[in-house]
């Protein structure tokens, strides 16, 4: 151990050499594609019931108007039309769920990252008049993320 408590290089050495990996840990080895997709499924589910829990709050503090969820309505769609940017990069790789074969769950992987621009223009025409249309598109992220584990 060297000085403030932190392992030296030689002490990490010895400790993966004596747990018989000879060689450095990948990223790779240590987190799988498909953690990575759990995880970022958790992480969209999180911020959907965070979202819906802290609209919740604001109604019991105090009456939620029109105005409000249209602001709400307004923020989302800004996120959701920045979120367009890496669409188009992954629009184009989407193909590549077809590696596996011809299944249901390319297809609902392929169809909820090619359809999520429909759903971004649905909110830009509602917006106004229907504020909880603006969760639309997490419909997509959710589908492509569930369907994107299965493969």
Not at 85 to 114: H, K, R
Request: aromatic share 14%; hydrophobic share 50%.
């Amino acid at each position: 151990m060297t000085r403030c408590g932190t392992p030296s290089w030689r002490y990490v050495s010895i400790t993966l050499k004596w747990q018989g990996n000879a060689k450095s840990p990948d990223f790779d080895d240590w987190v799988s594609n498909a953690d990575m997709q759990r995880t970022g499924l958790l992480v969209t589910v999180l911020l959907f019931f965070g979202a819906l829990a802290y609209w919740g709050y604001q109604k019991v503090q105090r009456t939620v108007t029109k105005e409000d969820l249209q602001q709400v309505a307004a923020g989302l769609f800004v996120f959701w039309v920045l979120l367009l940017l890496p669409w188009v990069i992954l629009a184009s790789l989407s193909g590549l769920a077809f590696g596996g074969g011809l299944d249901l769950a390319a297809y609902a992987c392929v169809g909820g990252i090619w359809t999520y621009p429909i759903s971004v223009a649905i909110v830009w025409g509602y917006k106004n008049d229907i504020p909880a249309i603006a969760l639309l598109p997490l419909l997509n992220i959710a589908t492509w993320a569930i369907a994107g584990a299965s493969l």
